[in-house]
């Protein structure tokens, strides 16, 4: 089956800093990615949808100067978290997709953020 | 707007128990519902899906059922294995929306012992 990684599967960073996230798709070419976010005990919330060579469309309340996505191969999408604080600690999940059609997402094992 | 409640875990079962995962969702229009399973450390896959009412979706031996009467899509199996021992969640993709977008439940998590 179409295999997603993330990398890396846990980071720690000091408050203030940034943090890059690299999600891949391994054996397809993912024309739509999408990156989620989740709390303890909660859902995943959509955070954004990256489409290849386009600028992401961030969900209602994400700030896109904070949480910048780049998708710039059909492989390759990366969120970075800018100027990191404790409350952006959580893990961050993305999909991927190569026809938009909802079930053919294929998810990755999510990054775990902490923030000091 | 669009949400998705899930019964809280851990549920802990017994091999061969039979299972019951409570799902019921709110939405306007006609939504595609999905049951999706993360085993541990690895992405959540794709366990089964219903497009329209009364639709049953299947594998593995898991069931669900669409009911619009009563909103709800329920994760059944008849007996467990200790290799379901997983977070199942439930989601929805809107009826009007035809970018991918999912919605989540909060996930439940299953442990089944031997």
């Known amino acids: 089956g179409a295999v997603v990684s993330q990398h890396p599967s846990w980071v720690i960073c000091k408050s203030g800093t940034s943090v890059k996230i690299e999600c891949r798709s391994l054996d397809f070419q993912a024309t739509t990615m999408f990156w989620y976010r989740q709390f303890p005990k909660q859902s995943l919330m959509l955070m954004a949808t990256s489409n290849e060579g386009s600028k992401a469309t961030y969900e209602q309340g994400v700030e896109k100067d904070k949480f910048l996505i780049n998708h710039a191969s059909l492989t390759l999408s990366t969120l970075t978290v800018t100027s990191a604080h404790p409350e952006d600690s959580s893990f961050y999940i993305c999909?991927?997709?190569?026809?938009?059609?909802?079930?053919?997402?294929?998810f990755g094992p999510g990054t775990r953020l902490t923030v000091l | 707007g669009d949400s998705v409640t899930q019964m809280e875990g851990p549920v802990t079962l017994s091999e061969e128990a039979f299972l019951t995962i409570n799902c019921t969702y709110t939405?306007?229009?006609?939504?595609?519902l999905f049951w999706y399973v993360q085993y541990p450390g690895e992405g959540l896959q794709l366990l089964l899906k219903?497009?329209?009412?009364?639709d049953k979706g299947s594998n593995k031996g898991f069931e669900a059922t669409y009911r619009k009467e009563t909103t709800s899509f329920h994760l059944e199996k008849g007996s467990v294995q200790v290799s379901d021992s997983a977070v199942y969640f439930c989601a929805l993709s809107p009826g009007s929306s035809n970018t991918g977008k999912l919605i989540f439940g909060q996930g439940t998590t299953l442990q089944v012992k031997p």
């Open positions: 219903a497009t329209k009412a009364d």
């Open positions: 939405a306007t229009g006609y939504p595609s």
């Open positions: 999909s991927a997709t190569t026809s938009g059609v909802v079930d053919e997402q294929f």
